[in-house]
């Protein structure tokens, strides 16, 4: 049997699939600047329509390890706590020989940390969920990483951070220094690295010469972002669902000015992104940890950044729900198989049952995703993709008000979501990109998207769901409750075991000068 390959996951947080310098134009795509994500396109699969389990960090995160739909995972919210009971990429591979680790924001509630890893030497240990908030903030008076609303949009731009402090540094770092540690101790044993990165989500900060690409600090005008694609228009814009996330998320507050400044610093914040993931990737590539090691690269859910007069996620939308996919696997870098993009519509259920058939390994029972290991090594045979009618996207909490929970899914052509509370939406993705006309309103009902009607409430009940979420957490909280409170975003594993802040210089500065200039002759300001 050949020897398994390793496995590398690199994840980042909040990435719309639009923010791809691959993606055309006419495509979607934003005129970002992404070579490195380009790179990994041009040598492996491109999946055109991969959507996201859940539009939400934690529960996209712990649908996305456990390869189950959100409502058979646990995963309703920010914070839930990850069942031990559950199989994950991390505790499968452990117990099937490999070496695993985690390395970033995982962002899960309660004592569960690992998530099942054999590793975790740096991340956010059930604190503020890694996001580095600039310290000079001026709307964070909660000290949190962005959780003022306002903050998200109105800081939007240049980084106060060290670049050597930020957390996509560290992890890189982290990421590599356990590597060699482990091939040191295990030569011999195949590994999975879990490399979960922060941006672009907010604070949308950047260096500056990534924020110059967009907007000018010195005009405070953008200069290269795009407005939003999609604007406040549509059948939709008068949805229950749309008029709690516009209040919940108080994008009403944002002015035009305000929401092209924030764009300015998305785009830079990917670039910033692509060009850590470069740097990363080099260095594994110097020290011969790519040589039989399977790439990819995804992210938990996507960013509105202004579409439908909305931002963020947690909404049915293309920009909230659909995100980038893209695996490498050493026989396309090497030029044995040519590049191949997918375009049939693919979930990240679909990733663990996946890295389990590149890596000979049986995957758990009940796993809700296919297998497409096939289609990442170029078999000619029947495609496992031809078996379903579509992927399936859930958001399983009230979060913009009573009854909006809703169960999306996606076919080739057509999007079908179905609330508990609220009319149902259906839109011909294939006709209509924009989302702006809904099928159902109009009366437009194809066979196919009763079909799919069918198949997305077929053995699931709303209120049933409901119950559960609240049986579920209550007793998951109680078995398994927060022991640590960080005071920074992230934490790092000393070697006697104890866990530390990694961001206090950043937060809590023990302050050995006020006044460089006054302190040192020498300052450069002095000559």
Not at 6 to 21: A, K
Not at 86 to 114: C, D, E, I
Not at 444 to 466: G, H, M, Q, R, Y
């Amino acid at each position: 049997m050949p020897r398994q390959p390793n496995i590398l996951v690199l994840h980042s947080d909040e990435h719309s699939y639009r923010f791809l310098s691959s993606r055309s134009t006419e495509k979607g795509g934003e005129p970002c600047q992404t070579p490195t994500l380009d790179r990994l396109v041009a040598q492996g699969v491109n999946f055109d329509k991969a959507y996201c389990q859940f539009p939400l960090c934690t529960p996209s995160r712990i649908a996305m390890l456990t390869g189950r739909h959100a409502h058979r995972c646990g995963a309703w919210a920010n914070g839930s706590i990850l069942s031990p009971d559950l199989p994950t990429w991390g505790s499968h591979f452990q117990a099937n020989g490999y070496r695993t680790a985690t390395v970033g924001k995982m962002h899960l509630g309660g004592s569960l940390q690992y998530a099942g890893f054999g590793a975790r030497p740096y991340g956010d240990f059930g604190g503020m969920c890694s996001h580095q908030y600039d310290p000079l903030s001026r709307h964070n008076d909660q000290n949190e990483a962005g959780m003022n609303m306002r903050s998200r949009t109105v800081d939007a731009g240049l980084s106060e951070i060290p670049e050597s402090l930020l957390q996509e540094n560290m992890i890189a770092r982290e990421s590599l220094a356990w590597l060699r540690e482990n091939q040191h101790a295990n030569p011999d044993q195949p590994w999975l690295l879990y490399t979960s990165f922060s941006r672009p989500h907010f604070p949308l900060t950047a260096p500056r010469r990534y924020l110059d690409r967009y907007y000018s600090l010195d005009t405070n005008e953008p200069t290269g972002a795009t407005p939003p694609r999609v604007g406040r228009t549509g059948d939709t814009v008068d949805h229950p669902m749309t008029l709690g996330a516009i209040k919940g998320f108080q994008t009403e507050s944002i002015s035009p000015h305000e929401t092209m400044k924030a764009r300015a610093a998305y785009f830079a914040s990917v670039d910033f992104l692509d060009e850590m993931l470069g740097d990363f990737l080099a260095l594994l590539q110097h020290g011969k940890f790519l040589e039989n090691t399977v790439i990819i690269y995804t992210s938990d859910h996507g960013e509105l950044c202004g579409e439908h007069g909305l931002w963020w996620k947690n909404t049915w939308h293309e920009a909230s729900t659909r995100i980038p996919l893209i695996a490498s696997l050493p026989e396309h870098r090497d030029g044995i198989l040519p590049p191949t993009e997918i375009v049939e519509p693919v979930s990240l259920a679909d990733l663990f049952p996946t890295i389990c058939g590149l890596s000979n390994l049986a995957p758990p029972e009940g796993l809700d995703g296919i297998d497409l290991s096939s289609v990442l090594r170029g078999n000619k045979g029947d495609n496992p993709l031809d078996q379903r009618l579509g992927v399936i996207t859930e958001s399983l909490t009230p979060r913009w008000g009573k009854g909006t929970e809703f169960r999306m899914i996606r076919s080739e052509r057509y999007k079908y979501v179905a609330f508990r509370g609220c009319n149902d939406l259906a839109f011909d993705l294939q006709e209509e990109p924009g989302e702006q006309r809904n099928l159902l309103a109009t009366g437009e009902i194809s066979p196919e998207l009763t079909t799919l009607k069918s198949a997305i409430l077929d053995d699931f009940n709303f209120d049933d769901v409901a119950q559960a979420c609240l049986r579920d957490t209550e007793q998951l909280r109680q078995k398994y409750p927060r022991r640590v409170t960080p005071k920074t975003p992230n934490q790092i594993c000393l070697k006697d075991g104890r866990l530390v802040e990694a961001d206090a210089p950043l937060y809590q500065p023990s302050v050995v000068s006020q006044n460089l200039s006054l302190d040192f002759d020498d300052h450069p300001t002095n000559s």
